[in-house]
């Protein structure tokens, strides 16, 4: 059995858990609803929003 350097037994670890913090963050994110906010300004109804999903951004408007 090889033997790993002791910096691998610090660097290994916060590799693996900086991907899976950001794979938790991008899941959540995109599984997040987006709650419609009432307007800033009343005649401005339509709104649009960028909303990451599986395959890119896609913009959303809703009325």
Avoid: D, E, K
Avoid at 1 to 29: K, N, Q, R, Y
Avoid at 32 to 41: L, S, V
Avoid at 54 to 63: A, I, K, T
């Amino acid at each position: 059995m090889p033997h790993l350097a002791p910096l691998s037994w610090i660097a290994a670890p916060l590799i693996l858990l900086t991907g899976l913090i950001a794979t938790s963050v991008l899941l959540w994110w995109q599984y997040t609803p987006i709650f419609p906010t009432p307007p800033q300004n009343p005649r401005s109804i339509n709104h649009t929003r960028w909303h990451w999903c599986w395959n890119g951004w896609v913009m959303s408007s809703s009325l």
